[in-house]
Every structure is written in C-alpha cells, then in structure tokens.
C-alpha cells in the first residue's frame, strides 16, 4: 500500500536492462557517444520536431532551471501558478539559474491558471517602467500538482496570451506521459501543436532510474543551455547511462504504456474509495494522483496497517478522530490491484 509518490516506484525491467546493455566497454563521455545520439532522435521523433534542442539531465528541477535559464532575462519575471513546483519546490533553483529572476504566482487555482488570468497577471507590469521586473516567460505544470490537467483548448488559450505578448511557454512535464495518456494526445500536440516553447519531459516518476529530457523547439532558445549545464554541474561524463533510459523509455511506447498504467490504477483507488460515506475528494483526478479528505481514524487505520501515503494537511494525532485531514494518493507504474482493493479495505474498514 505504497501511495506516496511515484518517485518511490522501482525502476521497469527494460530500462534497467537497457542500463546493464549500456554498461559495455568504454565509450566516448560527455554525451558524444552514439547512445546519447539515438536517445536524443527518439525524443525528436516523439516530438515530431526534428529540429528541436534536446539535452539528457538527471532531475526534474534541473530541467526545469536550466529551461527558465534560457528563456528569461535576469530582471525578468515568470509567471507560474500558485502551487507550481518551481515556485515552491525548487529551493529558487530557478532564480538561481536565471540570475536572479523573480516568480510571479497567479491564478485562483493555487494549482493551474486560466488565459484571462494570465493576461491580467500581464497587464500588471508595465514595459516602460525600468523600476519593475520585465514580463518574462510563462511556466505551466502538466499534470498539475493538485492531480489535475489543462485541457488542450486551455493549453492553447494560455499560448495565444504568451504570443500577443511576446511571453515564451514553458511546460513542467514531470507527468507529461501521464497527461498525455490521459488526454489521449501525442507529445506533439500537447507541445509545439499548442504552442509550448520548451519542455521538462519526465521519465524518473514513470519507470525511469533518474533522467529527464530538457526539450526547446526553437534551436536558437537552447544556445545558452549546454553552457548553463556544464556551469550548474549538470554534466554527466558518463552520459550513457541517461540516455540508455531515454532511449529504453521511448521504445516501442513505454513512456505511454507505464502512464496508462498508472493512470488506470488511481481510476480504480478512485472508485474504491467514492462509496465510503465520510470520504471527500478535493479536486477533480486528471492522470495518477489523488487529493482526498478523510478523517483522521481512518488515516491512522491506514498507517497503522502500513499504508505510506502524505497526509498533506492536518496532522495525525489530534483530539477530533473526525476531523478531515488531507491525503495525497499517487499510482506509479507498479501499483497492482491487491495493494488498491487492500486500501479500500482497511479504509472502509475502519471503525471508531
């Protein structure tokens, strides 16, 4: 009954095996050997961008960084959601990387925003006055943080904004297979199609040991990457073993296959859990993730049977065993059936 990330999922046999084939011999470093060659045309091919920039990076927040390093200014500021990773999961990598760029969170969503609010967030700085940021690039999460998803319409909304503006669009896509699972979209049409600029494509939460691909369609965006990279220490001299996961991840549909996984298996918690009268969930579930309010006694049943989940808001021991606290579900790749059907049983289970 491990819930608590995808993060904590095992690595898929391929990849793994990929990385043991990958482990032959010596092999040029620093990512001029073949391996990394390959990997970064699958990524192309995926992306139906032939041309675009792709650099192999072993987190999540280093793609984002170094993407955001790119793209904005340091007087700059970027707009993001509320909640958005970079803004309050990042230890301000991203203003680091920037040089010091701000975050200018918007949105009464704490977890997405709309058009409308993105371009009266816009309208707030004014170009002519050098005492504030400049209007810098915008920065969008796919899948979001509260578990939910921008429809392709809104993702196309948002990018009509940031061109009358002459804003870049960055997507944080440490779930992009999962959204675009869920959507049932291909890679191009939930990027460069809609207008997104740049992309943190996501392999480590969905059966990957840790790599992620940093992709900018317009080559003339990445000149400063490589550099940024190698300043930040974000180099791999073995780079290999990157790219042999990339490569295993985009092979013959894998990224899609794991994130339809789980996908499905957050459907089914889902539906396990709705019938359970004093159970509340807390925002719509768009891919793997799930926010839900139960009370406490039901909470403490779970970790007392050793379910591993984050109770998010609200703390375990209190007076009021009714009292709703928040928990956040997720399903990587590996969750099987009778670790779900067991939750729903302990949960439901569950008495005063």
């Known amino acids: 009954m491990k819930f608590a990330s995808d993060n904590n999922g095992p690595v898929h046999p391929k990849i793994m095996e990929a990385l043991v084939r990958a482990n032959d011999g010596a092999v040029p470093s620093y990512g001029t050997d073949a391996l990394t060659a390959a990997a970064v045309e699958k990524v192309r091919e995926v992306f139906e961008a032939p041309n675009a920039a792709v650099f192999l990076v072993p987190t999540g927040t280093a793609a984002n960084a170094l993407l955001l390093g790119c793209l904005a200014r340091p007087w700059d500021t970027i707009f993001s959601a509320q909640f958005a990773h970079i803004h309050v999961d990042e230890c301000n990598a991203p203003e680091a990387f920037t040089d010091g760029a701000k975050i200018t969170p918007l949105g009464a969503d704490i977890a997405k925003f709309n058009a409308d609010e993105l371009q009266t967030a816009i309208s707030g700085f004014d170009p002519s006055n050098l005492k504030q940021s400049a209007r810098g690039p915008v920065s969008l999460t796919q899948v979001t943080e509260r578990g939910t998803l921008y429809s392709l319409e809104e993702l196309s909304a948002i990018s009509k904004v940031c061109r009358n503006e002459g804003l870049s669009l960055h997507l944080d896509g440490a779930r992009f297979a999962n959204a675009a699972a869920a959507l049932g979209c291909s890679a191009a049409e939930m990027s460069w199609k809609v207008g997104v600029d740049a992309v943190s494509f996501g392999a480590t939460k969905n059966g990957a040991m ?39 991840y985009l092979t013959d549909g894998l990224w899609l296959e794991l994130a339809a996984k789980a996908n499905a298996s957050a459907v089914s918690l889902e539906a396990g859990l709705s019938d359970i009268d004093d159970v509340e969930f807390a925002f719509p579930r768009g891919a793997n993730m799930i926010y839900v309010w139960m009370p406490r006694f039901r909470h403490q049943a779970l970790v007392d049977a050793g379910a591993y989940y984050y109770i998010e808001q609200g703390l375990l021991q209190g007076d009021d065993p009714n009292e709703l606290l928040l928990g956040r579900l997720v399903c990587d790749w590996s969750v099987d059936a009778d670790s779900i059907a067991r939750f729903v049983e302990v949960a439901r289970g569950a008495r005063l």
């Not at 940093?214 to 790219?243: C, H, M, N, T």
């Open 210 to 248: 840790a790599v992620e691909a940093a992709v900018i369609f317009d080559p003339d965006k990445a000149l400063e990457f490589r550099r940024r990279q190698q300043r930040g220490a974000l180099v791999f001299s073995k780079a290999r073993y990157l790219a042999a996961q990339m490569q295993a």
